[in-house]
């Protein structure tokens, strides 16, 4: 007896028969600000903050919105309104990459990596959330996804918190079956290996624990620190040790790092080019990407491609909402990073925001699109 298909393709096969992929195009792009403070003062390695800024992208077309996002200064706002707007206006909705390469070309004087990557990533991800609506399809179908669920893991930690708090926090993502977590180092090196011990001490010996410098060590005191998380703590993970712009000094720890240890970065990588360099140096053993910068989901799957083609895992940085769908259409994908600030923020904007489940997030395939809608009586408080 045939066996029934999967969920997902049952879910596809039983509306594709009622929608149209007649060309649609697109009527408005309204753009919007919004900073949220943090509930207390952070800072990692390198930088300090107090609040987070996301710039909202809606785009209109054939009587649905598409909702997508970055988190960055209002600056990539600017360039929506007055470069990309007028570039997206009038295409076909049905057409994404066709409006992502258009939006390239019109950001080549602009200075494309950093603010106007950025910009372009809000419109491309608004963009397939549309056509995901425009088709009643949930996006991680629309994008062929591979998997159901998401792995992920618990991420915070900040240098700028009490033992207590860093304890309190790593242990409750323990207590909500998250298996791995990670936490700031790099601040002050003489304190680290005492925190991380607190951090292990709290999750027990059973969950991964994770370290992210931010950039802040040299080459052999990173080397020297990453000997000893291993010995005292059996870390098993280190992020952006050094700068993630030295490509050099990042191989030179990832062919030294004691077994088991990952070396990770990219999550600073706005253009394709930047992951090839860093996949070509042999900087990684675990790549990262972050659909916010690296322009949008068009540009992350093309990443996810690149890590396919070098037999290596891809981590997705941050924002866990509008990551969770395109995650689940990559393949060599190791987890998504459930980062505190962002998990929070998505929570006081959106409805339909996804809960961790046994250590993953599980797209919910009953909603069309991301399955998002802004709360705007709740968001208007915190608009810039």
Known sequence: MPQSPPIDTMHAVGRRAEVS???VGIERLDVSAYTVPTDAPESDGTATWDATTIVLVEVHAGGHMGLGWTYGDVASATVIRSTLSEVVI???????QAAWQAMVVACRNLGRPGVASMAIAAVDTALWDLK????????ATLLDAVRETVPIYGSGGFTSYSDERLAAQLAGWVEQGIPRVK???GREPARDLERVRVARDAIGPDTELYVDANGALSR???LRFAELYVEDSAVSWFEEPVSSDDLDGLAFLASRAPAGMDIAAGEYGYMLGYFERMLAA??????QADVTRCEGITGFLRVAALCQARSLELSAHCGPSIHAHP???VIGLRHLEYFHDHARLERLLFDGVLEPCDGALRPDLSRPGNGLELKRADAQRYAV
Do not use: I, Y
């Open 282 to 287: 042999g900087a990684v053993t675990c790549l």
């Open 132 to 139: 995901a609506r425009l088709l009643d399809l949930p996006l």
């Open 21 to 23: 992929v007649e060309q």
């Open 220 to 222: 052999m005191q990173a």
């Open 90 to 96: 009038g295409r076909d909705a049905m057409r994404v």
């Open 327 to 329: 995650c689940c259409a």
């Open 183 to 185: 936490m700031k180092v």
